[in-house]
Every structure is written in C-alpha cells, then in structure tokens.
C-alpha cells in the first residue's frame, strides 16, 4: 500500500520534500540575514498551510476560524519566550544573526508531512474532507506550526524595530 500511495505521488512532493529539507538544514547552521529574508519563509509557511486548509476543506470554510486561533495561540506563546542566545541585530548591517535552530526545520517537516497525509488519507476516502473532526484537527496543526514561524519572525522584527526608522548616524555615513 505505501509503495502504491508513492508510486502515484506526483514528482514535484518530492522535488518541494527536498527543497524544504535543504531549507531546513541550512538553518541549524548560525547565520546572518535581512529582515527580509528572514520573512520569507515564515510567510511561505503561513500561505502553503492556509492553502492547505482552503483546498483540503472548501466545503467547511469555517474550520480557518480553528487555522487562525491555533496561529494565533502558538505565535503568542512563541512571543513569550526570550529570544534564543546570540540572536542579535545589526543596525549598520540591516542585518539578524541567527543562532542556529531545529524548530524551522521541525515545523517544515510538519507542515510537508501534514499536508501529504491529509492529501493521501483524503484521496483514500474522500469523505474525510466534509468531516469535522478530521477537518479542525489538520486546521489546528497547520495553524499552530504556523504560529510558531509567525511568532519567530516577529520577535525578530521587534528586535530591530527600535533602530529601523533612525537615520545613520553621520559617523557611520561617513564611513560608507
């Protein structure tokens, strides 16, 4: 049966698999980057889990309300929490240094995995996408695991906020 469910997996799930993966991985390294950059995965995230919620569950459009708490929750209870050691912003560099993290690479991983069982347990028995309780527990993990990314990148924006909107000063345009 697994062999049947790959077999008829469309190529591009795994060419997206390892584009994640090596995404993922790449975070556990520390690193350096914009804020920018830093945005783009956690906004990748939100949009790929969201969608997954409107096409897997067209017909109960209700069950975003559980995505949008669940995200909600998680991203507040992420903005709690301090800000891991060596996380930084450099104002000169527009730039964060990241510590390196597994949490990026877990919550890809979840949301891939999450998505493809619900697409392999939905074309094996269609049913599951009118029923309500398959239907809020998958809202309620992509919503939480987005949070998280949400939640992350905030924290990192709110670091850099208070230097954001300051004009250099002249010293440092002197130097450039």
């Known amino acids: 049966m697994l062999m049947q469910i790959l077999l008829h997996t469309p190529r591009w799930v795994f ?5 994640l993966l090596a995404i993922g991985l790449s975070q556990l390294a520390s690193r350096r980057a914009s804020l920018v950059k830093v945005s783009i995965l956690p906004l990748a995230m939100l949009a790929l889990s969201f969608y997954g919620v409107w096409a897997g569950f067209a017909s109960q459009p209700w ?3 559980g995505w949008l708490k669940a995200l909600s929750v998680s991203a507040l209870l992420v903005l709690r929490r301090p800000l ?4 930084a912003y450099d ?46 527990a998958i809202s309620l993990l992509y919503g939480a695991m987005s949070g998280v990314f949400l939640g992350r990148a905030i924290r990192l924006w709110r670091l850099a906020l208070p230097t954001l909107g300051r004009a250099p000063a002249a010293a440092e345009l002197a130097l450039r």
């Open 84 to 87: 891991p050691a060596g996380t």
């Open 15 to 19: 060419g997206l698999f390892a584009v």
């Open 63 to 65: 069950v975003l309300l």
């Open 91 to 136: 104002d000169t560099a527009r730039a964060v240094t990241l510590p390196g993290s597994a949490v990026p690479l877990a919550m890809m991983m979840g949301i891939f995995c999450t998505k493809y069982a619900a697409g392999v347990a939905m074309s094996l028995q269609p049913g599951l996408a009118h029923n309500t309780t398959f239907a809020w």
